[in-house]
C-alpha cells in the first residue's frame, strides 16, 4: 500500500515536472548553474528565516577537565544527589552495561567507543574502538558487544573476558542505509532477544521511501530478519520497553525551522508493530507539516507525551530500580540534549513521563536541571543519555563534557 | 594594511584572570607549535606562503582544535597532519588552538592580485550560497566555522572541490552540502572572492 502511495506521488512529481518544463523552456536560461542544496538540517527552512543565526552547537572533542564539569550546577528534587562518575571521554553518548559491569559508551563525531569499568571506586575510561563514523549505537547481549556506527556493524564477542578482541564484522549482513544525515544509531535489545534500532530520515524535511527511513526497525542478532516495528518516526534516538508490559516508547526529535514553538518534540508508544507515527505529515501536537499535507493528523496514533519544541530528547529508559522513592519507578526519564534551533533555548535536562495505567498518557515532570542558564541563553552541559545500574542509581552521560554523572536518592 | 590589522592588540583591556590562562594556554601553544616544527608550512607567524597549506594565524581557535582532533584519530586523511598530531594531548591541541588564534591574521605574501570579474562573480555566489550566515558576514568565522577571509586562494579552491566531491568532511558535513553540484570555474570564482576578503 505504502510502496503504491510512492509510486504514485513519485508519478505525480515526474508529470507535473513534465508539465513544468515548458514553462521554464520559454524562461531566459539561468545566469549560473542551479543553487547548491543546504545541508540536511536546514532543509526546509523558510524564506524569511534564511539569515537566521542559528545552527546545531559546535561539539567539544577534546576532554573536559574535572574542575571545569558542572556537576555542581545540576539541581535535582530534595533527596537526590548527582556526583560524578566518571570523565575524559569526549563526546560521551549513548550507554551500554555489560554483564561484567563494564559500561560501553557511543560517541559521534570522534569515532570512538570507551568503556569504563568502576574498580575499587575509581573509574578510568579506555578507549575501545575507533576510527568509525558515528559510532553511536552500543548494546550487549549473551557477552558480546554490538557497536553500529552509520557504515558499519561490529560484534566483539566475550568483551569481558576478551577486552582487545577484534569484532566480527556483520555490515553486509545489515545492510543498513548510508545516509550520513540522522544516520547514527541507537541500539538496544528487546525482550524478544531481537536487536532493534532506528533509522533515521536523511533531511530536515523532505519527501523519502516510508519503509526506508524514519523508521524503527528490529533485526536478528545476526542481521537477518529485518522487520519494520514502527513508521513515521522521523528521528528517535533512544528506546526502551515498559517494564512488565513489553510494549516499546521511543523519544523523537521533530522537524526543525517552522517556529520556535512548533512542532514539539515527542515520546511514542508503539503499541502496534509497523503502525506509522505521523512524520512527515503530522508532528508533535497534533501539527499539521504544511508542506506535507497528503495524510491528517486523525489518521495517526497521537503522541503519549509532548516534550517541548526543539528540545532534542534522545536517551530515554524505565526507572526499574528501587533505589528511587517509589513515586519515581516505573516513570520513563528522558535526556533532553538541548535546543539550536530555537531563538530561547531549552532542554539541557533530564525529565521524567510517567504513565497512566494503560500507557496511553504520560505526564512530563522536571527531575535534572541547572546546566541550562535562561539569563544569558547559554548553556553548561547537554544530557544525551540515561542507564539504570543494578543498585538502582542513574547514569546521565553529558556529550558537552564527556562526563558521565551518577544520580543517587537517600532519604 | 598590516599595522592597521594589530592595532586592536595595543589597545586590549587589561587582563583578567580567565585572560591570564589564556595567555598560558597561548604561550604553551607556542612551544608546542615550536616542538613540532608548524611554521615550517604554515609561516613562522602563521601566515602561509607555501601553495595549497592553509594560514593558520587569527584562526578560530575551536576550529583549530577540532581539526588537530580529527587528524590525530585519524579522521581526516591528511597523512602529514597526522603524523605532526601523534601523540599530543587535548590540552595540547587546545593550546594549539588557541595559539593559532592569538596570532595576527595576515594575507599571504604572494597573493595575485585581484580580478575584478572574478571577485564580483565569487561574491555573488557567496552570497546566494549564504556563506555569512556561518562564517558571518565578514567571513572570520566563529567557534567550529573556520575564519576564510584571506585564506589562501589554492588552499579554499582545493578544500571546496574536497568537500563537493566527498573527499573531506568536518565534524558535521554541512559543507559538502553547501557546495554541492558547483562547478570548478565556480568554485575557483568563490576561492578568489574569499582570499581578496
Not at chain 1, 97 to 102: N, W
Not at chain 2, 73 to 82: A, I, K, Q, S, T
Amino acid at each position: 500500500m505504502t510502496s503504491q502511495l510512492v509510486l504514485r506521488s513519485a508519478l505525480a512529481g515526474a508529470l507535473s515536472l513534465a508539465f513544468a518544463l515548458p514553462s521554464l523552456a520559454q524562461q531566459p536560461a539561468p545566469a549560473s548553474p542551479p543553487a547548491a542544496s543546504p545541508p540536511a538540517w536546514a532543509q526546509g527552512r523558510s524564506a524569511d528565516q534564511a539569515n537566521s543565526p542559528l545552527a546545531p552547537h559546535a561539539p567539544r572533542l577534546t576532554a573536559t577537565p574535572v574542575d571545569r564539569i558542572p556537576v555542581g550546577a545540576i539541581r535535582l528534587p530534595q533527596g537526590f544527589r548527582a556526583e560524578l562518575w566518571a570523565s575524559g571521554m569526549p563526546g560521551a553518548r549513548m550507554m551500554a552495561r555489560g554483564e561484567d559491569g563494564t559500561v560501553y559508551v557511543g560517541t559521534r563525531a570522534i569515532g570512538r567507543v570507551y568503556a569504563v569499568k568502576d574498580e575499587g571506586g575509581t573509574r578510568t575510561p579506555r578507549v575501545l574502538a575507533q576510527r568509525l563514523d558515528n559510532p553511536n549505537g552500543v548494546a550487549v547481549r549473551d557477552g558480546s558487544l554490538y557497536v553500529i556506527a552509520i557504515n558499519r556493524v561490529l560484534r566483539y564477542d566475550n568483551i569481558a573476558q576478551n577486552p582487545n578482541a577484534e569484532p566480527v564484522e556483520l555490515t553486509q549482513a545489515f545492510n543498513l542505509p548510508t545516509e550520513t544525515h540522522h544516520g547514527w544509531k541507537f541500539v538496544a535489545f528487546g525482550p524478544d532477544g531481537k536487536l532493534y534500532m532506528n533509522i533515521g530520515v536523511p533531511c530536515n524535511v523532505c519527501t523519502f521511501d516510508e519503509n526506508r527511513h524514519a523508521l524503527i526497525v528490529r533485526f536478528n542478532p545476526d542481521g537477518s530478519g529485518r522487520e519494520v516495528m514502527g513508521q513515521g518516526v522521523r528521528n528517535s534516538v533512544g528506546f526502551d520497553w515498559r517494564p512488565g508490559t513489553n510494549v516499546l516508547y521511543a523519544s523523537n526529535n521533530a522537524r526543525d525551522w517552522a517556529g520556535n514553538d512548533t512542532p514539539e518534540d515527542t515520546l511514542h508508544r508503539l503499541a502496534r508493530a509497523g503502525e506509522h507515527h505521523g512524520f512527515p505529515y503530522c508532528s508533535g501536537a497534533a501539527w499539521q507539516d504544511p508542506g506535507h499535507t497528503g495524510r491528517k493528523c486523525s489518521e495517526f496514533p497521537a503522541p503519549v507525551a509532548l516534550l517541548g519544541p526543539h528540545t532534542a530528547p534522545l536517551g530515554m529508559r524505565f526507572y526499574n530500580g528501587t533505589m528511587f522513592p517509589e513515586a519515581y519507578r516505573g516513570r520513563a526519564f528522558v535526556a533532553r540534549h538541548g535546543s539550536w534551533n530555537r531563538d530561547a533555548k531549552t532542554g539541557f535536562d533530564v525529565v521524567t513521563v510517567a504513565l497512566n495505567e494503560d500507557g496511553s498518557q504520560g505526564t512530563v515532570e522536571p527531575f535534572l536541571t541547572g546546566l541550562l542558564d535562561s539569563g544569558d541563553n547559554s548553556f553548561k552541559g547537554r544530557p544525551t543519555d540515561v542507564l539504570v545500574m543494578p543498585d538502582g542509581s542513574m547514569l546521565v552521560s553529558d556529550e558537552q563534557n564527556g562526563a558521565i554523572y551518577r544520580i543517587t536518592y537517600q532519604r | 594594511m598590516g599595522l592597521a590589522l594589530m592595532a586592536p592588540a595595543f589597545f586590549a583591556p587589561a587582563f583578567v584572570g580567565p585572560a591570564m590562562a589564556q595567555d598560558a594556554a597561548v604561550e604553551r601553544g607556542a612551544a608546542v607549535a615550536a616542538e613540532r616544527n608548524c611554521g615550517a608550512c604554515h609561516g613562522e607567524r602563521g601566515v602561509s606562503a607555501t601553495p595549497s597549506i592553509p594560514s593558520l594565524a587569527g584562526q578560530q581557535g575551536e576550529f583549530v582544535t577540532l581539526q588537530l582532533v580529527m587528524f590525530r584519530e585519524g579522521l581526516r586523511d591528511v597523512p602529514p597532519m597526522m603524523t605532526a598530531t601523534e601523540g599530543l594531548t587535548d590540552t595540547q591541541l587546545e593550546d594549539l588552538g588557541a595559539y593559532f588564534a592569538s596570532l595576527p591574521h595576515g594575507v599571504p605574501p604572494d597573493r595575485a592580485r585581484r580580478n575584478v570579474g572574478a571577485f564580483n562573480n565569487g561574491a555573488a555566489l557567496a552570497n546566494r550560497l549564504r556563506c555569512g550566515v556561518c562564517h558571518l558576514p565578514n567571513l572570520t568565522g566563529q567557534a567550529q566555522v573556520p575564519r576564510i577571509a584571506g585564506q589562501r586562494e589554492d588552499f579554499l579552491a582545493a578544500t571546496l572541490k574536497a568537500y563537493r566531491d566527498s573527499q573531506r568532511h568536518g565534524t558535521d558535513t554541512q559543507m559538502n552540502a553547501a557546495v554541492h553540484g558547483l562547478t570548478d570555474a565556480q568554485i575557483d570564482a568563490i576561492a578568489h572572492y574569499v582570499a581578496q576578503r
